[in-house]
């Protein structure tokens, strides 16, 4: 039972590219379970949500599923739809008027179902909340919670579009239009994003540069000596900006730090985090060849330089 709720528990977070959040569009890593997925575009690295189980779960025998609505197969008539194609039913009402944003951080009890009434993943039966960004999961997600309040409960009947696809290209999705019952327990707002740095635009006179192009600096010293290598998996809290002051990704903003292999994410990335060492924070300018290019063939990755802070937490 462990691995197969924990395996589905994975399948709601739209992956996040860390730094592009680490799924597909981090700056760095590449998607991992270790990050969760956010919507905007964050630096390959990871990467965020945002939501991974929390606490391993003793073996014990696998349960039966819960039963699925007599609704599963379709949206009934009475169902609500959006612009977008999510359609869903309030089963019970909130306990308030205000609603998450879309970097808020949710608690919710979720049930999944395929339409021909098979459970994929519920937090109800591991008998934990899930907790996450609301910019970090499937798209019918992040739209559905921010039309709910503290205390709702609502059945979604989501459109492959707006979840995995009908082929799914992540390894255990569920395909097609998919159904879930979901109670919103509780949110918090966001941190507030950092500050744009005023140098942004153009590494200072006092930035270190490397061969390869890499200027950093300094922010904050670190409390270790010894540096991550390639083959490493650190752990990282990140800000990225372009060099017009737009940030395009933040785990600070997610509230939720990013573990990743140092070798797969941007070469900047790779490069800067190895001059590091545990409890340091660094700015970096990253030259376009060493990040997505001038024109990236990656959709929603930033062009040309990109400015990081990065605080290296810990590695392994």
Same mark, same amino acid.
């Given at each position: 039972m462990?691995?197969?709720? +924990?395996?589905g528990y994975?399948?709601?977070v *739209?992956?996040?590219?860390?730094?592009?959040? *680490?799924?597909?569009?981090?700056?760095?890593?590449?998607?991992t379970?270790?990050a969760?997925?956010?919507? /905007?575009?964050?630096?390959? *690295?990871?990467?965020?949500?945002?939501?991974?189980?929390?606490?391993?779960?003793?073996?014990?025998?696998e349960?039966?599923?819960?039963?699925?609505?007599?609704?599963?197969?379709?949206?009934?008539?009475d169902?609500? +739809?959006? *612009?977008?194609?999510?359609?869903?039913?309030?089963?019970t009402?909130?306990?308030? &008027?205000?609603?998450?944003?879309?970097d808020d951080?949710?608690?919710?009890?979720?049930?999944g179902?395929?339409?021909?009434?098979?459970? !994929?993943?519920?937090?109800?039966?591991?008998?934990?909340?899930?907790? !996450?960004?609301?910019?970090?999961?499937?798209?019918?997600?992040?739209?559905?919670?921010?039309?709910?309040? +503290?205390?709702?409960?609502?059945r979604?009947?989501?459109?492959?579009?707006?979840?995995?696809?009908?082929?799914?290209?992540q390894p255990?999705?569920?395909?097609?239009?998919?159904? !879930?019952?979901?109670?919103l327990?509780?949110?918090?707002?966001?941190?507030?994003?950092?500050?744009?740095?005023?140098?942004?635009?153009?590494?200072p006179k006092?930035?270190?540069?490397?061969? /390869?192009?890499?200027a950093? #600096?300094?922010?904050? +010293?670190?409390?270790?000596?010894?540096h991550?290598?390639?083959?490493?998996?650190?752990?990282?809290?990140?800000?990225?900006?372009?060099?017009?002051? &737009?940030?395009?990704d933040?785990?600070?903003?997610?509230? #939720?730090?990013?573990?990743?292999?140092?070798?797969g994410?941007?070469?900047g990335?790779?490069?800067?985090v190895?001059l590091?060492?545990k409890?340091?924070k660094?700015?970096?300018?990253?030259?376009?060849?060493?990040?997505?290019?001038?024109?990236?063939?990656?959709p929603g990755?930033?062009?040309?330089?990109?400015? !990081?802070?990065?605080?290296?937490?810990?590695f392994?």
């Amino acid at each position: 039972m462990k691995r197969r709720m +924990k395996r589905g528990y994975l399948v709601l977070v *739209a992956m996040l590219a860390v730094p592009l959040s *680490a799924c597909d569009q981090k700056p760095a890593p590449q998607a991992t379970a270790d990050a969760p997925a956010a919507a /905007s575009a964050k630096p390959a *690295a990871p990467p965020t949500h945002a939501a991974e189980p929390t606490a391993e779960q003793p073996s014990a025998p696998e349960p039966a599923g819960l039963p699925a609505p007599p609704d599963v197969a379709a949206p009934p008539a009475d169902a609500q +739809k959006t *612009a977008s194609g999510l359609a869903f039913k309030v089963l019970t009402p909130g306990k308030d &008027k205000e609603h998450p944003g879309p970097d808020d951080k949710v608690k919710v009890h979720y049930t999944g179902w395929t339409t021909d009434g098979k459970m !994929f993943d519920s937090s109800v039966l591991r008998g934990e909340p899930a907790s !996450f960004g609301v910019g970090g999961v499937i798209k019918g997600w992040t739209e559905a919670l921010q039309l709910m309040s +503290k205390g709702e409960k609502r059945r979604l009947w989501i459109p492959g579009n707006l979840a995995y696809g009908d082929r799914p290209m992540q390894p255990g999705a569920p395909a097609g239009m998919l159904v !879930f019952d979901v109670e919103l327990l509780d949110f918090a707002p966001a941190p507030k994003p950092p500050p744009v740095p005023k140098d942004v635009k153009a590494p200072p006179k006092a930035a270190k540069k490397t061969a /390869s192009g890499l200027a950093y #600096e300094v922010l904050q +010293k670190g409390t270790g000596t010894e540096h991550p290598k390639p083959t490493s998996r650190v752990t990282v809290h990140y800000t990225g900006w372009t060099t017009d002051g &737009k940030m395009f990704d933040s785990s600070i903003v997610r509230d #939720e730090p990013i573990t990743f292999p140092l070798g797969g994410v941007i070469k900047g990335w790779t490069e800067g985090v190895q001059l590091m060492v545990k409890g340091e924070k660094a700015r970096f300018w990253i030259p376009a060849e060493l990040a997505y290019g001038e024109k990236p063939t990656r959709p929603g990755a930033p062009a040309g330089m990109l400015v !990081f802070d990065i605080e290296l937490i810990d590695f392994r």
